[in-house]
């Protein structure tokens, strides 16, 4: 393909990544500040009271609804192959008749749905494009990270998240600034190892070290941690030259998600028996993981209550109604689940990842360093869910990245097993 005809087929497509827009803007810009001063269960019904989230999400859902249908057959051709995610939406449409809020369910439920819509219209373009993904994101969150810098630094008094000081900038929490960072880090430095521009590649240098020094400013320990991990093993396994990339990769997965799995199932089933207050101390958190712990028990109770098919996914107002407390969630991604959904729901999830992994396996043949990149967010969304809870929430971005590379990774295994070839001809090296 020729370079006047990719930049034609560009053009022509970008249409279909206008909701993908839409959705990391409204993710990392607010225009209503102190959100993080509301409780936990105003926290995560929020986007109610704010008309300008409504109407974002509203007008993304609706495009990408409609550039979905524009394309039917490959629609339909992606649903089929997503059998077990399909189930899982229909599974949490059916949460309604155990819930005592099934509006609730409802509305979140259409979330999920529009959700997906922007995964598979976002699909339709950067299967061709792989690249601008990348591009397209560091730049994006770039935006808010450098708006958020500004912001905090001449005005201070607005944007500091009393009272530790931690800048949130034009974000809605100091957590959410933390978390943009950590996707500006991942998406420019894997962006470094595959762009051929160098004003790409300099300004991606540029973005890392404004987001580095957001993330300081933020004071969010989740995402320093994660983002050292990124900063770490993207150069890493970008190196890599051996015979089946796939093999070491398949082991990092297992052993990184292994042990993390262990150790949070282990603080959940006995939180008294993790004490070392020194620890918590150094990573700025007190011995109780910041009242976590406490709250992972409560929890684990909750749980116990409704194991098998769980409280629904009403945004956990069954639970607020029981216990009378303002919870918005369980800083803890599995936990959340677990509770809203029961066993069934991880179960779904469970299969999810393995065949994620399955997929990324298969894909590493083809595109290794765009494997690579899909590998660390993938590992980095896993872990980032020990305390905090992203995986499988409607409105969360790390959920849509991980609905994202899922339906990606499908659709382009599905392509080369019927043949196509319409991937962009970039030199991956060996």
């Given at each position: 393909?020729?370079?006047?005809?990719?930049?034609?087929?560009?053009?022509?497509?970008?249409?279909?990544i206008i909701p993908f827009f839409l959705l990391v803007l409204n993710s990392a810009i607010t225009l209503q500040h102190g959100h993080s001063h509301l409780s936990w269960a105003e926290a995560e019904i929020a986007f109610i009271r704010d008309p300008t989230t409504l109407i974002v999400l509203g007008s993304a859902y609706l495009i990408a609804l409609i550039l979905v249908l524009r394309k039917i057959r490959q629609t339909l051709q992606i649903v089929r192959s997503?059998?077990?995610?399909?189930?899982?939406?229909?599974?949490?449409?059916?949460?309604?008749?155990?819930?005592?809020?099934?509006?609730?369910?409802?509305?979140?439920?259409?979330?999920?749905?529009?959700?997906?819509?922007?995964?598979?219209?976002?699909?339709?373009?950067?299967?061709?494009?792989?690249?601008?993904?990348?591009?397209?994101?560091?730049?994006?969150?770039?935006?808010?990270?450098?708006?958020?810098?500004?912001?905090s630094l001449l005005f201070p008094n607005w944007t500091m998240f009393d009272p530790n000081g931690r800048w949130y900038g034009i974000t809605s929490n100091p957590n959410t600034l933390g978390l943009i960072c950590l996707l500006s880090i991942w998406a420019n430095i894997v962006s470094l190892y595959i762009t051929e521009s160098k004003i790409i590649?300099?300004?991606?240098?540029?973005?890392?070290?404004?987001?580095?020094?957001?993330?300081?400013?933020?004071?969010?320990?989740?995402?320093?941690?994660?983002?050292v991990f990124v900063l770490s093993c993207v150069p890493i396994f970008m190196r890599i030259h051996i015979n089946h990339p796939a093999t070491r990769i398949l082991k990092l997965f297992f052993i990184v998600c292994g042990t993390a799995l262990a150790f949070s199932v282990y603080l959940l089933i006995h939180p008294e028996g993790y004490n070392t207050s020194t620890i918590f101390h150094d990573l700025g958190r007190d011995s109780t993981f910041s009242g976590r712990l406490r709250l992972w028990q409560d929890g684990w109770n909750l749980f116990m209550d409704k194991p098998?098919?769980?409280?629904?996914?009403?945004?956990?107002?069954?639970?607020?109604?029981?216990?009378?407390s303002n919870i918005g969630q369980f800083h803890n991604g599995y936990l959340h689940l677990i509770i809203r959904g029961g066993i069934v729901s991880m179960i779904f999830i469970l299969f999810?990842?393995?065949?994620?992994?399955?997929?990324?396996?298969?894909?590493?043949?083809?595109?290794?360093?765009?494997?690579?990149?899909?590998?660390?967010?993938?590992?980095?969304?896993?872990?980032?869910?020990?305390?905090?809870a992203s995986i499988a929430r409607s409105t969360h971005i790390f959920w849509f990245l991980f609905v994202f590379v899922y339906f990606y990774l499908k659709n382009f295994l599905y392509n080369q097993r019927k043949g196509f070839k319409k991937i962009e001809n970039y030199k991956w090296g060996k």
């Open positions: 393909m020729t370079t006047d005809l990719r930049k034609e087929r560009a053009a022509h497509g970008i249409i279909y997503q059998l077990v995610y399909c189930l899982f939406l229909l599974y949490i449409a059916l949460s309604m008749f155990w819930s005592a809020f099934p509006i609730k369910v409802f509305i979140t439920w259409g979330h999920y749905a529009g959700y997906t819509l922007i995964a598979i219209s976002s699909v339709y373009y950067y299967t061709n494009f792989p690249r601008k993904f990348f591009y397209h994101l560091g730049f994006l969150t770039g935006v808010s990270v450098a708006g958020s810098i500004i912001v590649f300099l300004s991606n240098i540029c973005l890392i070290v404004l987001a580095i020094l957001a993330l300081v400013g933020s004071g969010s320990v989740t995402s320093i941690i994660l983002s098998c098919l769980g409280w629904s996914f009403d945004a956990l107002l069954s639970v607020v109604a029981k216990t009378k999810m990842i393995v065949d994620l992994f399955l997929c990324l396996r298969s894909f590493a043949h083809y595109q290794f360093k765009i494997s690579i990149g899909f590998l660390i967010i993938v590992i980095a969304i896993l872990a980032h869910n020990i305390t905090e």
